[in-house]
């Protein structure tokens, strides 16, 4: 899997958008990106993944550029319970055989 | 559907202790796999599965291990504990389809005296 970095931490204000970048320079044609978010301390959740094109869905958008080095995952509408640990990942979606590494993510908080 | 069920969600060991942490999820997934989480830290990959009588090796394997006779299950062995193996270990499960989403269980949280 390519490695991904992320900035440890970002604040951002409830109810702005937020907007956590990654970066994956490394990333090969058929790596997929992948985001997670880990609430306290409950399992991570999944949030959205994409390929080339932009990606929404009704948690979250994200943005790759074009050429697929960095990422963008935007939260059109913080809120508190937005706070958590986000963790960027690429790898390759459909394949079976391919172990799944975490970063340390970027741990978000929401101020009101 | 239950998803991902870890058991136990808590549990406290003294040193040299041998347990298993139990996983198993109800949605056919090939593919299994266990993290630990100590504070303040991402999740690091301890083994996974891509099937039954198939596992390998993650980042830390020192120290655990593991075993997939069936599709549903995949335990964790611990088989002398050390205070160094106190994390919350989290197992996994992925949909090998197009979202290849992971679904992960609620956590086991051990402590090691």
Not at chain 1, 32 to 48: A, D, L, M, N, T
Not at chain 2, 14 to 39: F, I, V
Request: proline share 5%; glycine share 8%.
């Amino acid at each position: 899997d390519a490695k991904t970095t992320q900035p440890p931490s970002m604040d951002c204000a409830e109810g702005r958008a937020a907007n956590l970048p990654c970066n994956h320079s490394t990333i090969s044609g058929n790596e997929y990106v992948y985001w997670y978010r880990q609430i306290h301390s409950q399992g991570p959740q999944y949030i959205i993944h994409g390929l080339k094109n932009n990606e929404t869905n009704e948690m979250a958008s994200l943005i790759i550029t074009e050429d697929r080095k960095s990422s963008t995952l935007i939260l059109p509408h913080a809120t508190l319970r937005d706070t958590a640990v986000y963790y960027c990942i690429v790898r390759v979606a459909v394949a079976s055989y391919d172990k799944v590494i975490f970063g340390p993510g970027t741990s978000l908080s929401v101020i009101p | 559907n239950a998803g991902v069920t870890q058991t136990p969600k808590f549990q406290v060991l003294k040193t040299g202790q041998s347990m298993t942490l139990q996983c198993a999820q109800d949605m056919n997934h090939e593919y299994m796999s266990w993290y630990r989480q100590d504070p303040g830290m991402g999740l690091r990959l301890i083994h996974y599965s891509v099937g039954a009588g198939i596992t390998d090796q993650g980042e830390v394997p020192n120290g655990y291990n593991v075993s997939r006779s069936t599709t549903e299950d995949f335990p964790l062995r611990l088989l002398s504990a050390a205070p160094s193996q106190t994390s919350v270990y989290f197992c996994a499960s992925r949909d090998s389809g197009d979202t290849g989403e992971l679904f992960f269980g609620e956590g086991s949280r051990l402590t090691v005296l």
